[in-house]
């Protein structure tokens, strides 16, 4: 509703930049909304494992702050790794109290957002998101981490703030890197591909003679 009202007024006031800026950011707010039932379904899904999937995000506002929501507003914990910042941020109120940590140091918050993942899931973002995107891949491409399902959200997004296809022609990249990720547009998508890669969607563990001779 206020990014509503911010185009609303920007139209009254008939600055075209100011328009286009209000336009674009009532557009990506979706993206919001998107992460926020993203985060509710992993922690659902969560709910029924033994071996729980906790949704960990850097703590601030905006996409953060969706999925820490997201988790709160399904009944389950969530993290927050919030780093020190001159302009920004404090730690949203979504946060589970007692896993809200702080940070100093951006390569300490990394190692820790890595090490423990089972899956990321990059939303449309800026130099930090990209940073953090682009070192999972690079690791995962020269085999330095294990591999884990890497998935961004907002195909055009992504497909013009990169050309994938480009990287691959110059050969900075091969092809097959290209399946190293996952463009998808929507929170389904999203876990779909999360619950297939991390085999969420077998069926339940049989029993008897059969489980036996497995």
Same mark, same amino acid.
């Given at each position: +509703? ?96 007692? #896993? ?29 998101? #990209? ?37 691959? +022609? ?9 399946? #190293? ?27 008897? +003679? ?5």
């Amino acid at each position: +509703e206020r990014l509503a009202s911010a185009e609303a007024g920007a139209e009254a006031g008939a600055d075209p930049a100011a328009i286009a800026r209000a336009r674009m950011a009532l557009s990506m707010s979706r993206y919001y909304e998107e992460a926020r039932e993203l985060s509710s379904l992993i922690t659902q899904a969560s709910m029924r494992l033994d071996e729980k999937i906790v949704v960990v995000t850097g703590g601030g506002p905006g996409i953060m702050e969706a999925g820490n929501r997201g988790a709160a507003e399904a009944g389950g914990p969530s993290i927050g790794l919030n780093i020190v910042l001159p302009h920004e941020q404090e730690p949203n109120p979504y946060i589970t109290p007692r #896993l809200c940590f702080q940070f100093h140091y951006f390569a300490l918050r990394k190692m820790h957002f890595l090490m423990r993942s089972a899956g990321l899931v990059c939303f449309p973002g800026g130099f930090g998101t #990209l940073d953090e995107m682009f070192e999972v891949l690079t690791l995962t491409q020269t085999g330095k981490v294990r591999k884990r399902p890497i998935v961004l959200v907002g195909r055009e997004f992504w497909s013009k703030l990169i050309n994938w296809e480009w990287l691959v +022609e110059t050969g900075m990249i091969a092809a097959e890197d290209l399946k #190293l990720f996952h463009l998808v547009e929507t929170a389904q998508e999203a876990w779909a591909v999360l619950e297939t890669a991390l085999g969420l969607d077998a069926p339940e563990t049989m029993t008897g +003679e059969f489980a036996d001779d497995v």
